[in-house]
C-alpha cells in the first residue's frame, strides 16, 4: 500500500513538471479563447462556403459578436453552439474596435487529459518501470527543449549537438526503463556503436543523394527567420533522434533474451547462446523493418496521395527531394536496425558467458 502511494505521489509530480515546462501559453498573446454561445446566423454561398454569425463569450467572461466567412480564412468549417475555439484579432476598425476571425479549436484539455490516461495506464501496467520510464520520457523532452533545439538556434552543428544529446539520453533512458544490470549495460554499448554507426552513414549518404533539408515550407521558413541554421545539419539530426527511439526497443529485446536463455540453460556457450538468440531476432529484424515502413507511410500519407493519380513516373516522384528525404530516413533506420540485431546479440552472448 506504501508503495503504491508513493508511485502515484511520483506519477502526480512527475504530471505537474511535464505540464509546468512544456505548456507555456504566454508566448500566445495575440490569441483570445472562448466559447460559441449562439449560432445568429449561417448559410451557404453558391461555392459552398459558410458564413456564420457567432455569439461568442471570452474567458473573461465578456461577449462579443463576430462574422466568420470561410471564403476569407480557408477553413469550410462550420461552428456549433458550445463549441471551444480560440480567436485572434484580423484588424481594428477606424473606431479602434478589434475585430475578431476564429483561427482554431482549443483542444489542450483533450491533450492533458490523453497524457494523464497515458501515465495512469503506463503506471498499472509498467509498475515502477512504467514510472521510471516516464521520468525517462520527461529527461529526453528536457534535453531537447533546453538543450538541442536552443544549441541550434543559436548556429551550432546539429549533427554533433545530436550526437552529444544521445549520449546523454541513451544511458539515462535505459538505465530508468530496464534498470541496472547487464542486460542494460550491453543493450546501451550495442546503441552507442550501432548510433555512431548511423550516424556517419547518414552523413554519406545524406550529402551523396545531395539532400539539401529544403524540401518543406517549414524549412525554407526556419532559414529566412534565421539564417544561423544549418538546415542540413537538421535533416540529419532528425533521422538521427527519430532512428534512436527505434534502437531501444531492438538492443534491448535481444540482450534480454540472450540473458533469459543463459538463465534459463547455463550449459550453452557463446556460439549456442548467438545462434538461439539471433533465430528470434531476425523476426525481430522483419517485423521492426515492415513497422518502420508503415511509420513513415503513415506520418506522409497527404503527401503519397497527392501522388497516386500525378502523371509523372515513379522515377521521376521518387527523385523530388521531398520524397527521397523519406527513403532515405526509412533506409537508413532499416541498416540501423538490421546492424543493432546482431551486434547486441554478440555482445550479450560474450558477457553471459564470461559472467
Request: charged content about 20%; cysteine-free; overall charge neutral.
Given at each position: 500500500m506504501v508503495r503504491i502511494f508513493k508511485i502515484s505521489v511520483y506519477a502526480i509530480l512527475l504530471l505537474v513538471l511535464s505540464l509546468t515546462a512544456f505548456a507555456n501559453d504566454s508566448n500566445i498573446s495575440t490569441q483570445l479563447k472562448g466559447v460559441i454561445l449562439e449560432v445568429l446566423e449561417t448559410h451557404k454561398d453558391e461555392n459552398g462556403n459558410?458564413?456564420?454569425?457567432?455569439?461568442?463569450?471570452l474567458k473573461d467572461s465578456s461577449e462579443i459578436i463576430i462574422e466568420n466567412n470561410s471564403s476569407l480564412t480557408a477553413k469550410n468549417i462550420e461552428y456549433?453552439?458550445?463549441?471551444?475555439?480560440?480567436?485572434?484579432?484580423?484588424?481594428?476598425?477606424?473606431?479602434?474596435?478589434?475585430?475578431?476571425?476564429?483561427?482554431?479549436?482549443?483542444?489542450?484539455?483533450?491533450?492533458?487529459?490523453?497524457?494523464?490516461?497515458?501515465?495512469?495506464?503506463?503506471?498499472?501496467v509498467g509498475r515502477k518501470y512504467g514510472l521510471y520510464s516516464l521520468v525517462g520520457m520527461a529527461f529526453s523532452y528536457l534535453i531537447i527543449f533546453k538543450f538541442i533545439l536552443p544549441q541550434i538556434l543559436a548556429g551550432g552543428n546539429p549533427i554533433l549537438i545530436t550526437t552529444i544529446a544521445s549520449l546523454f539520453i541513451i544511458p539515462v533512458t535505459f538505465y530508468l526503463s530496464h534498470g541496472f544490470n547487464k542486460k542494460t549495460h550491453?543493450?546501451?554499448?550495442?546503441?552507442i556503436v550501432v548510433l555512431v554507426i548511423t550516424v556517419?552513414?547518414?552523413?554519406?549518404?545524406?550529402?551523396?543523394?545531395?539532400?539539401?533539408?529544403?524540401?518543406?515550407?517549414?524549412?525554407?521558413?526556419?532559414?529566412?527567420?534565421?539564417?544561423?541554421?544549418n538546415m542540413k545539419g537538421i535533416l540529419l539530426a532528425g533521422i538521427i533522434i527519430g532512428f534512436l527511439g527505434v534502437l531501444d526497443d531492438v538492443t534491448v529485446s535481444q540482450s534480454s533474451m540472450v540473458?533469459?536463455?543463459k538463465s534459463s540453460n547455463r550449459d550453452l556457450g557463446t556460439l549456442e547462446l548467438y545462434k538461439k538468440a539471433m533465430a528470434v531476432g531476425r523476426d525481430h529484424i522483419t517485423s521492426m523493418i515492415n513497422t518502420l515502413i508503415l511509420v513513415y507511410t503513415g506520418a506522409s500519407l497527404p503527401l503519397l496521395l497527392l501522388f497516386v493519380n500525378n502523371p509523372h513516373s515513379f522515377s521521376e516522384i521518387i527523385n523530388m527531394e521531398l520524397i527521397a528525404e523519406e527513403v532515405v530516413r526509412t533506409l537508413i533506420g532499416s541498416i540501423g536496425l538490421i546492424t543493432a540485431v546482431p551486434l547486441s546479440?554478440?555482445?550479450?552472448?560474450?558477457?553471459?558467458?564470461?559472467?
Open positions: 459558410f458564413y456564420q454569425k457567432l455569439k461568442i463569450r456549433k453552439k458550445g463549441e471551444k475555439i480560440v480567436l485572434q484579432e484580423a484588424y481594428k476598425t477606424p473606431e479602434g474596435e478589434s475585430m475578431y476571425v476564429i483561427t482554431d479549436y482549443q483542444r489542450t484539455g483533450h491533450l492533458y487529459f490523453l497524457f494523464v490516461l497515458f501515465t495512469v495506464f503506463a503506471i498499472l550491453v543493450a546501451i554499448a550495442s546503441t556517419l552513414l547518414t552523413a554519406v549518404l545524406v550529402s551523396a543523394a545531395r539532400l539539401t533539408g529544403y524540401s518543406s515550407e517549414e524549412a525554407m521558413f526556419l532559414q529566412v527567420s534565421n539564417e544561423k541554421i540473458m533469459q536463455l546479440t554478440l555482445l550479450a552472448a560474450i558477457v553471459a558467458e564470461e559472467v
